[in-house]
Every structure is written in structure tokens, then in C-alpha cells.
């Protein structure tokens, strides 16, 4: 006797999406369809176990092989190594300038040792206390530090492409040149009227975040006696693209996108507008990171709470600038935002 077929539950999970890509259906099966007989957005793809009752989902990862997000991470992977490998520079000078640090405090520590222990014998004896030489950096050191830093801002960045495409935030120029529509006149032009002036507000914020870091450098290197290192500038300028673009992966490209799927997922109890709420939301985060992570270098609360101010501002003009107008202007405005800020603060700290 032929078994009858079981109807579909009618009130099927809606989807998660805001307005994401569009996720084929399975072949045997068609979209589940609201009560409006629309189809709705399916997240993931549930497929049918061996059990037959029990279904498994799909992974929730959009960026798969032969899909436009795989082309677009492939982009988002070579630009991060692309300022990564800028930073190269920078970070060869500061482990040079700590090695120096590290050679002259062996040398008071040896001279403690033989003063402590003065004949071979002893020393010998005490070999576990000698202070160890210091070991210059060598290229395969650096070129690890640099890459570590940039597969921090791959792994974000992977995880913020998956949460955007479930937005209705975009990466326009990216979409139309890996999909082979093509870039035209107008995709370019925000580049010039959104990115150039949103870089140069950014500056802005950071003026502000220099004038708060020269007294705390100079209260420091005071209170420990060190020596303030300066840097080569085009080395600073080099080494400050890398920090913009980490510091946007993580406050814009993932805190933003997912702030906004929360509040839109949860409109009906938040009552929040979901883009302002994960701008505004995604600040806070960089402000409270910020505050937590100058610690105990800040005597003084106004100062403290200008200095976080100042680094917690550019992500608001960044994520408004990605809601506007897409992912790539907001990070071309955060490039030259961070990436001249070291010419700022060479006019600003003395």
C-alpha cells in the first residue's frame, strides 16, 4: 500500500535573512511559502538523514568554492596582505629598537651575576640564574609577527563576509568586477565624493586621539625613565595602513554587519532601527575595547575618556559610510583616515 505523503508543518521558521543572497533550494523539494504564497528566504539547505525524521543543516558558511563570496574573500584576503606585508618595515625597526633595550639590560643583569658569583667556578655553578643573551630578530621572525597579525584580519574578515551577505549591507564594486558585469563611471565616483571626504573626518577624531597620546607618552616614558622611540615616518605611515585596516575588520566589517542582524532579527522586540543601532553599537564595543586596553596610563578620567573618544568616532563615519554606500568605499575612507594619522601626530607630538 503506497504510504501518503506527510504535509509540510505550516508554520515554518522564517528565515534570519535581512535581505541576503539567495540560497538555492534543495531539487526535491520546493522554498517553503508564506501564507501571501511568496517564497521565503531559506537558510541553509535541509537535506534528509538515513533516519528520515531527523534533518541535518547545512553549514552556515556562505564563502564556499565556485560561489561570488569565495571570489570576494579571495579580494579581502589580498588586500589585508597587501598591508600587512607594508607593515614589514615598522615592525623590523621596533624589534631592532627592543632587541637594544633587551642588550643593555642583559648587560646590567650579567654584571650582577659576576659580581654575585666572581669566580668561573660559581658561575658555573650558577649557570640556571645567568641571564640569557638577548637574540636579535631575524627576518623569519618578523615575517611570522607580520603574518600573524594578518591572519587575525583573515579570520574576521571570513566571519564578517558570512554575516554580511545575511544584511542588506554590500560590496558592490567587489560583486560587479569578480562577477564579470563590470565597474562603470558611477561605481567609481563615490570613491571621490563618499571615501576621500569620510577619510579625512576620520583624521578628525585621531588629531584629537594624537593630542591625548603625546601627554601619555610623555608621562610614561618620564615615569620609566625610557627613551621615546621615534620611526622613519614613511615607516609609521606604512605601519599605520595595517593597524586601520585590523582595527576596521574588527569594529566594521564584523561588530557592524552582525549588530545590524541582531537588531534586525529582534526589530519586533528591540524597536531599534537595526543600521543605527549596530553603528552606534559597534562604537561602544571600539570605546569600551579602547578604555580597557589603556589601562593604568591615564591618570585622569577626562583624559582617559577623550583618548577612547578618539578611536571609537572613525567607526561610526566608517559603518555609516558602509550602510550608504558599500563595503568597499567605507574601507578605502578607513585606509586614508589611519594611513595618514602618523603625519598628523608627527605635527602633534614633539
Known amino acids: 500500500m503506497a504510504q501518503k505523503k506527510k504535509k509540510k508543518p505550516a508554520g515554518a521558521r522564517k528565515s534570519t535573512y535581512a535581505k541576503g543572497k539567495k540560497v538555492e533550494p534543495p531539487k526535491k523539494t520546493g522554498p517553503a511559502k508564506s501564507s501571501t504564497g511568496t517564497a521565503r528566504p531559506v537558510q541553509g539547505v535541509a537535506k534528509q538523514t538515513s533516519k528520515g525524521d531527523q534533518k541535518q543543516v547545512e553549514s552556515w558558511n556562505l564563502v564556499r568554492k565556485g560561489t561570488l563570496e569565495a571570489k570576494v574573500m579571495w579580494a579581502l584576503l589580498a588586500i589585508i596582505a597587501v598591508v600587512a606585508l607594508a607593515r614589514y618595515p615598522l615592525t623590523q625597526a621596533e624589534g631592532n629598537v627592543q632587541y637594544k633595550a633587551q642588550v643593555v639590560e642583559y648587560k646590567k643583569l650579567l654584571a650582577a651575576f659576576e659580581k654575585k658569583y666572581p669566580t668561573a667556578v660559581e658561575q658555573k655553578k650558577h649557570s640556571k640564574d645567568k641571564p640569557v643573551t638577548p637574540k636579535a630578530p ?12 594578518a591572519i587575525q ?21 567587489l560583486d560587479k568586477s569578480l562577477s ?28 584629537l586621539n594624537a593630542r591625548i597620546s603625546s601627554t601619555l607618552i610623555n608621562n610614561v616614558v618620564k615615569a620609566s625613565g625610557a627613551i621615546n622611540t621615534k620611526y622613519p615616518l614613511y615607516k609609521e605611515i606604512l605601519g599605520s595602513f595595517n593597524d586601520g585596516m585590523f582595527f576596521f575588520v574588527l569594529f566594521v566589517l564584523v561588530a557592524v554587519p552582525a549588530l545590524i542582524w541582531v537588531f534586525t532579527r529582534y526589530h ?3 524597536h531599534v532601527e537595526p543600521h543605527w543601532g549596530g553603528i ?3 562604537a561602544l564595543l571600539a570605546l569600551g575595547f579602547i578604555w580597557l586596553n589603556v589601562g593604568n596610563s591615564v591618570h585622569s578620567a ?49
Not at 627576518?139 to 603574518?147: D, E, G, R, W
Not at 554606500?325 to 614633539?350: D, H, N, R
Open 138 to 149: 631575524t627576518t623569519s621572525v618578523i615575517v611570522i609577527s607580520v603574518l600573524f597579525g
Open 153 to 173: 584580519s583573515a579570520i574576521f574578515a571570513f566571519l564578517g563576509l558570512n554575516v554580511l551577505r545575511r544584511t542588506d549591507l554590500r560590496t558592490p564594486v
Open 180 to 207: 564579470g558585469e563590470g565597474i562603470r563611471g558611477p561605481d567609481l565616483l563615490p570613491f571621490a565624493t563618499w571615501s576621500i571626504p569620510a577619510g579625512v573626518l576620520i583624521i578628525a577624531p585621531l588629531y
Open 268 to 270: 519586533d522586540r528591540t
Open 280 to 282: 552606534l553599537g559597534a
Open 302 to 350: 577626562t583624559q582617559h575618556a577623550a583618548y577612547s573618544l578618539g578611536l571609537a568616532l572613525p567607526v561610526v563615519i566608517m559603518g555609516y559610510v558602509f550602510w550608504k554606500k558599500g563595503l568597499e568605499y567605507s574601507m578605502l575612507a578607513a585606509l586614508i583616515g589611519f594611513g595618514f594619522y602618523p603625519l598628523i601626530a608627527s605635527f602633534v607630538v614633539k
